[in-house]
């Protein structure tokens, strides 16, 4: 591959001033035309404060806001995986009993807003199925040591049942992308290859196992990373039902301070340090996983 | 070369009919046994049916009539017999097919970790010594990518010996090769031959063919045009389309 040597040219420049000109415009507006008074000396106070009783920084609501996001993603992401890969081998399966369940739950979950979606799971899950499995109780009822273990993966017993609730949302939600990115990606695989496992003897559940799958990982990296990163910010959805995330954190402090400008740039430098690292990580795995191939 | 002793039947196919979607019959009453240490070599036109053939006897495509019976097991709808067959039959394709996440060494050992269920210290030692056999040891942890054509059936042939197949099918395995490749995988499959593995080989090689094969049979639409020795069909056709195929390829 011939790599050319980067250079900046007379369009660069020009358009690199247009875009610090029009910044430069927006904050003038904002510093004169609406009379703002900056005050980022307030916005620390909310990431850590210092508490009196444990003589020590605690997070206080941007970053409770942060790890709860944090929580949900994470479980989510894993949760839609799993949820993805089941669907997703649902697709391509013999069966057509199989193939129209893949079918029913993309088509469903892909063709309504995410937020519709939350309404119907938290006044199906959160009220009526919740409460008849006895989430709430069964958690009271834990030991204190195993409600702080669970305080500390998922939410505190009091939030518990509409964190699963959002936490729930989120995965079948993800996990219909995730079904198609499974399913693409599984297709993708060339007929030979099929082929050679089947002539080797190996069952369909062996050839899946040691030789699809695998393949298919290697190849959806790139979009599952996407939709990882989505999960990110789709969690930010879950505020509608008070779930304490970092958006639903963000209008709170809004709400009391009116620090609109500090408090949502702050958000998105938050936002921002968990998508990219994330992307950055997982550019790194596709490296190591495509050693193969280079 | 001295006369070799063919042993009875390892396989039997009867009466095949196999029709593609597409309305295309590819084979059309199709039958033929194979003896055991017998080499038979498959020519005819492209579309004639034979690498259709070879596919059907390890349930790669599924026949729409007759019956298929390898070393006493019928190929059927029963999965297990499927299984069975495919143990016993291996296969080596045109464009290798192999597995690019895997390095040769785990290509050739993963079958029969888990399909022979041998331990992993186990697979690994008959690996590298299938690949002794055929000429590549030193590429051992090298994935497919790197290696070139020749190299890669090769990886291939071992791969599917591995598995310690009764029969091995040959589906035009050099075909996909540059023509400097083209040798050293030919010696591996001639060395099989005379080790006495049964060979069904579907190739446009006539020199490979005339030297290693025991029977030939030229086929066309499906059916069998001519069978006999190779030497037989070389000098002396007894169809006229068959001495016709014969002088545009040779």
């Known amino acids: 591959m011939i790599i050319k040597k980067k250079k900046i040219t007379r369009l660069d420049v020009i358009l690199g001033l247009l875009i610090l000109a029009i910044a430069a415009y927006i904050l003038y507006r904002i510093a004169v035309g609406l009379q703002y008074k900056w005050d980022w000396a307030a916005i620390p106070q909310y990431l850590f404060r210092y508490d009196e009783e444990r003589n020590g920084w605690v997070p206080n609501l941007l970053m409770q806001g942060v790890f709860t996001t944090i929580r949900l993603s994470l479980w989510g992401t894993i949760l839609a995986t799993i949820l993805g890969t089941i669907m997703g081998l649902c697709r391509v399966s013999h069966s057509l009993f199989n193939r129209l369940i893949g079918w029913t739950y993309v088509e469903l979950i892909r063709n309504l807003p995410p937020l519709v979606l939350i309404f119907i799971f938290y006044y199906f899950l959160s009220g009526p199925i919740m409460s008849a499995l006895g989430v709430d109780e069964f958690v009271k009822a834990l030991s204190e040591r195993t409600q702080g273990l669970l305080t500390f993966l998922f939410a505190p017993p009091s939030m518990f049942s509409p964190f699963l609730a959002a936490l729930i949302t989120l995965a079948i939600f993800e996990g219909a992308y995730i079904t198609e990115i499974v399913r693409a990606g599984i297709q993708s695989i060339e007929k030979g290859i099929w082929e050679a496992s089947h002539a080797l003897g190996l069952s369909r559940w062996q050839l899946m196992r040691a030789v699809i799958l695998p393949l298919v990982v290697q190849r959806i990296l790139p979009p599952l990373a996407g939709q990882f990163i989505s999960t990110i910010k789709d969690s930010a959805i879950v505020s509608i039902i008070s779930i304490q995330e970092l958006t639903f954190q963000g209008m709170e402090l809004m709400a009391a301070t009116y620090l609109t400008f500090e408090v949502w740039i702050t958000i998105t430098a938050l936002y921002l340090i968990l998508t990219l690292s994330l992307s950055l990580s997982v550019g790194r795995l596709e490296i190591y996983l495509r050693r193969s191939e280079s | ?250």
Do not use: Y
């Not at chain 2, 888990?114 to 030193?138: D, F, H």
């Not at chain 2, 010996?161 to 099918?169: I, R, S, Y």
């Not at chain 2, 395995?173 to 083209?182: C, F, H, K, N, Y």
């Open chain 2, 1 to 250: 070369m001295p006369e070799k002793m063919l042993g009875n039947d390892i396989i039997t196919a009867d009466k095949i009919n196999k029709t593609f979607p597409n309305e295309v019959q590819a084979l059309c009453d199709f039958s033929t046994r194979v003896r055991r240490r017998e080499v038979l070599v498959i020519i005819g036109p492209s579309g004639s049916g034979k690498s259709t053939f070879l596919r059907c006897l390890n349930g790669l495509e599924e026949i729409d009539s007759g019956s298929i019976v390898i070393d006493g097991v019928p190929l059927d709808h029963k999965k297990e017999n499927r299984l069975e067959i495919r143990k016993e039959v291996g296969m080596v394709f045109q464009l290798f097919n192999l597995f690019p996440h895997l390095t040769v060494l785990d290509n050739v050992s993963l079958a029969q970790r888990l399909v022979r269920k041998k331990s992993k210290k186990e697979a690994s030692e008959t690996s590298m010594e299938l690949l002794r056999k055929v000429g590549i040891p030193e590429k051992a942890n090298t994935f497919p990518n790197h290696l070139s054509g020749g190299q890669q059936q090769r990886v291939a042939i071992a791969r599917a010996l591995a598995m310690m197949p009764k029969v091995m099918l040959f589906d035009e395995a050099t075909s996909a090769l540059d023509p400097e490749m083209i040798g050293e995988v030919l010696e591996v499959m001639k060395n099989l031959a005379q080790e006495g593995m049964t060979m069904i080989v579907v190739t446009h090689e006539m020199g490979f063919a005339r030297e290693v094969g025991d029977r030939m049979i030229f086929m066309e639409e499906g059916e069998i045009v001519e069978e006999g020795s190779p030497d037989q069909l070389f000098t002396n056709p007894k169809k006229e389309r068959t001495g016709l195929f014969l002088s545009q390829i040779l």
